[in-house]
């Protein structure tokens, strides 16, 4: 595939991925009635997923910088499957239970959506930009990797530390 073709599809995918969860916020398709018990573990699974991945993402920076480029490839798969398997929990998460609110009175609610629009907006700028550094990794054009590594770590570390944030924020406030 060329570089062109796979930027297309990272960029589908990514697209594909917030119309998924445009829809589920929008309700579109409306919650089932009843859940399976374990959905509301998935928050939390989330959470530890997301500090997981901040502590690897650290890692991997540590392994590369010491010319560790195995441990380094090995670090940041398993960061890039975590983070899958936290996407797969979220959308789960958010088709049965939907989103919880922030409760208009309580305190650090500004602070709050402040910290959550930037993680959703980075969230979804970041995707297509993790992917395209795989790529050009897994190709072994290391060059382009860092240009584009350049951006993208700093934006995914955000993303990850930001998603423990906003739940540390909103699960005292969960309904379910």
């Known amino acids: 595939m060329s570089d062109k073709g796979f930027f297309r599809l990272a960029l589908g995918v990514s697209i594909a991925v917030f119309a998924v969860v445009v829809i589920l916020n929008r309700r579109i398709i409306p919650a089932p009635e009843v859940y399976p018990s374990f959905v509301t573990f998935l928050p939390t699974l989330n959470a530890i997923i ?9 890692f991997s920076l540590m392994a590369i910088r010491n010319k560790k480029v195995s441990l380094h ?9 975590l983070s899958a398997i936290f996407l797969i929990s979220y959308v789960v998460f958010h088709f049965f239970i939907g989103d919880q609110h922030y409760p208009k009175d309580a305190p650090f609610r500004t602070g709050y959506l ?10 979804a700028i970041v995707l297509p930009l993790i992917l395209m550094a795989f790529y050009h990794a897994l190709k072994g054009n290391i060059s382009r990797h860092k ?30």
């Open 50 to 58: 997301n500090s997981v991945c901040s502590v690897l993402l650290i």
């Open 73 to 81: 490839k090995k670090i940041n798969i398993t960061t890039f499957i």
């Open 147 to 176: 240009k584009i590594v350049r951006y993208t770590y700093p934006v995914w570390l955000y993303v990850t530390v930001t998603g423990v944030v906003v739940y540390l924020l909103i699960s005292p406030h969960y309904t379910f």
């Open 114 to 123: 402040i910290i959550l629009t930037s993680h959703i907006i980075l969230a």
